[in-house]
């Protein structure tokens, strides 16, 4: 019923850049916070960044300053623009998006987009 499509992944050089992109579609009633989570080998899953619907938005602390998260309302997607890639950026990347979704009632759901790779590597 709601499908998110990641795109944007790749191989890159130390300070070079990437822009993610994550499509949500479906039955979406309204948006409330779609984000980027990564997981490198071996570690745990962690947020990136991410965005609710008023347009708050928290970065992790690594990212900070270097990654920036933004979103097309009318299109349910949002972006992550990478700038200034490090080695230890090398992981999957995920899309996550907490939504209101209509299905004979409307409920809330969280949803994980497939992951797409980014290695950072010279």
């Known amino acids: 019923q709601v499908q998110l499509v990641e795109s944007g992944g790749g191989l890159v050089q130390p300070g070079g850049s990437l822009t993610l992109s994550c499509a949500a579609s479906?039955?979406?009633?309204?948006?409330?916070?779609m984000g980027w989570y990564r997981q490198a080998p071996g570690k745990e899953r962690e947020l990136v960044a991410d965005i609710n619907s008023g347009g708050a938005i928290d970065y992790a602390d690594s990212v900070k300053g270097r990654f920036t998260i933004s979103r097309d309302s009318g299109k349910s997607t949002v972006y992550l623009q990478m700038n200034s890639l490090k080695p230890e950026d090398t992981a999957v990347y995920y899309c996550?998006?907490?939504?209101?979704?209509?299905?004979?009632?409307?409920?809330?759901?969280?949803?994980w987009g497939q992951g797409t790779q980014v290695t950072v590597s010279s």
């Open positions: 996550n998006a907490d939504l209101m979704v209509v299905g004979g009632l409307i409920y809330r759901e969280n949803y």
């Open positions: 479906g039955s979406i009633l309204s948006i409330n916070a």
